[in-house]
């Protein structure tokens, strides 16, 4: 039995900043003893815009986590999504100096870099790179050619970078917090651990993640990632759009869009009368409940359009035979798994976070999906670091093994 272990996993919303801490317990499992939130000051779509505003956003979060778990811990996973985040998908083979006695890791390596290359430019850095599948001379499809005979090995690959510079404002940020990235997540990935299962993975599906300021989309299919892509389209629009239709308060927006607010009008919608507060002590007026839901069903609308743009970019929508699974703060907007379901015919559900324990009021919610993603993938990480062999540790972890393919 290893000295007890803690993972601290500090997630940068576009809203706030979500921080968890969680002890491993025997037999690898997780239990939350930490949470911490923060409005997400100093970041414009996931983008640093103030240092110091950043940093008293994660150290104010990760030190609430902290003090209520009641434990010090000074490395953390950092979860991100932004406008300076690409994803690709890239092709690298090499020659196999000596085929006959079995395919190495070294050889692996090299296809996966000579794919990195292809697609990544010097002022990118990548932060993962996952092998989808492998093909040895004429054999495709290999998941893992180590020790096979061959003369050509070739990798197709999804990369996914980010610039540097935007990057390390990041690394400052949390460095300045009194801590050190021990790595760096692309949100929708981290979500993907937490809320989807092998066999949604397997049949086909899109996992959506709607924050504040982005709407975060990885695609799997035949348990592979597909696609991944970060769209700066979130619900912070949806309140926004309340603020200017109705000249009201930013924060009166969002308290109409959670407490009455629907992505689907309603035929009763226009009898039911709200109270709307204004700006610059202007009176308050009432108006039809259907007023305040055509509002949001057009942004939803939107939402929804660029999230099916990403979708048959990648593969057709009939291909997703798991359907859609939405997370996020803003997946809880009542009506917009029924409107999803609606627009693109395709069965929709809501995705809350497990493979944990503990605070399950709190981390049993959409909106600590990435947080708790990054949990699993940190534990699954230290582990692998661990084994001289990651076969066996790959058994174990196989969702996060294969998905995100990090073998070396």
């Keep these: 039995m290893r000295n007890e272990e803690h993972i601290l996993a500090i997630d940068l919303g576009t809203t706030k900043v979500c921080a968890v801490v969680a002890r491993v317990l025997a037999g690898d499992e997780l239990e939350t003893i930490g949470v911490g939130t923060h409005p997400s000051e100093g970041l414009q779509n996931g983008t640093v815009v103030d240092l110091e505003r950043t940093t008293r956003s994660i150290e104010s979060a990760a030190q609430k986590a902290l003090a209520t778990a009641g434990v010090d811990i000074r490395k953390a996973w950092i979860g991100i999504a932004a406008s300076f985040i690409q994803s690709y998908n890239s092709r690298g083979s090499v020659a196999v100096l000596q085929g006959q006695r079995g395919i190495t890791k070294a050889d692996m390596k090299s296809a996966i870099r000579a794919a990195v290359d292809m697609k990544i430019p010097p002022e990118m850095k990548v932060l993962h790179q996952i092998p989808r599948w492998f093909r040895v001379d004429d054999v495709t499809g290999v998941r893992d050619p180590e020790g096979m005979v061959g003369n050509l ?61 982005t709407t975060d989309i990885a695609i799997y299919k035949e348990g592979q990632i597909i696609a991944s892509k970060v769209v700066l389209i979130g619900g912070d629009l949806i309140t926004k759009d309340i603020a200017s239709y109705f000249a009201a308060p930013s924060e009166h927006a969002e308290t109409l869009k959670k407490t009455f607010g629907s992505a689907i009008v309603t035929p009763g919608d226009e009898n ?38 990403t979708i048959v970019a990648a593969l057709p929508l009939e291909e997703l035979v798991a359907g859609i699974v939405l997370t996020g703060g803003t997946s809880m907007l009542s009506g917009l798994t029924e409107k999803f379901q609606s627009e693109l015919r395709l069965e929709t559900h809501l995705g809350i976070p497990g493979g944990v324990t503990g605070f399950t009021d709190i981390v049993k919610s959409p909106t600590c999906s990435t947080a708790i993603g990054m949990l699993l993938y940190a534990l699954a990480e230290r582990r692998r670091r661990e084994e001289e062999d990651g076969n066996a540790f790959q058994a174990m972890f196989r969702r996060l093994g294969t998905m995100i393919g990090n073998y070396f």
């Excluded at 939107?302 to 099916?308: A, G, L, T």
């Design 153 to 213: 090995l070739e990798v197709d690959l999804h990369v996914v970078g980010g610039r540097k510079n935007d990057i390390a404002n990041i690394e400052r940020a949390v460095h300045a917090a009194g801590f050190r990235a021990e790595g760096m997540m692309l949100q929708p990935i981290a979500s993907s651990l937490s809320v989807l299962s092998d066999d949604e993975m397997d049949a086909g599906v899109a996992m959506i993640d709607i924050g504040g300021g």
């Design 272 to 309: 039911e009368m709200i109270e709307i507060q204004r700006i610059r002590n202007r009176p308050s007026k009432e108006a039809p409940r259907s007023e305040l839901n055509f509002v949001i069903e057009a942004r939803v609308e939107q939402i929804i359009q660029q999230v099916e743009r």
